[in-house]
């Protein structure tokens, strides 16, 4: 007997449809010049709404172009000629360069390194485990054997240090 068991599928699947608008397009573009020309008139034959455009009559893509180009050129001749050396801005560019006299010390933005980095030392892996230890509360016994790991620790990095040397890596 099966077992009745809810199940949720999810089925993805791709497909490309072609409206009659893109298929249309489609011919079109596969057609060559000769080949347009024909489906072109076959058209205004069948549709009598549309017609040819006489190719003395200028479309509206030239005539905007032309206003465009009008209003350029009375743009370029009203505006009086730039100086190139005004558009350049000589202050920001020799500005740190250019000695006003004194400066305060708070208007000098020199990064000075950190006073620690002179006082402090890399941590070892031994100081740390030392300082672990010191927090640590645990019997004495313990402690004495702990303490005894620093040894063990320094020898641990120089068996590193020559594992390294010597294999590389």
Request: net charge negative; charged share 30%.
């Amino acid at each position: 007997m099966a077992l009745l068991q809810p199940r949720l599928t999810l089925k993805v699947a791709q497909r490309q449809v072609l409206t009659p608008g893109l298929m249309q397009m489609v011919s079109v573009l596969a057609l060559n010049k000769l080949e347009l020309k024909e489906m072109i008139d076959a058209e205004m034959v069948e549709n009598p709404v549309l017609e040819e455009i006489d190719e003395t009559v200028p479309m509206l893509d030239q005539v905007a172009g032309r206003e465009e180009q009008l209003e350029r050129s009375v743009e370029e001749t009203a505006a009086p000629p730039k100086d190139v050396f005004d558009e350049i801005d000589f202050g920001s560019f020799f500005d740190e360069y250019l000695d006003p006299g004194y400066k305060s010390p708070a208007s000098e933005s020199v990064e000075k390194p950190s006073f620690e980095t002179f006082l402090s030392s890399p941590v070892t892996l031994g100081d740390y485990l030392r300082s672990q230890l010191s927090v640590s509360v645990i019997s004495d016994e313990a402690r004495d054997a702990a303490e005894s790991m620093p040894n063990l620790v320094a020898y641990g990095e120089r068996m590193t240090r020559r594992f390294f040397s010597k294999f590389g890596a």
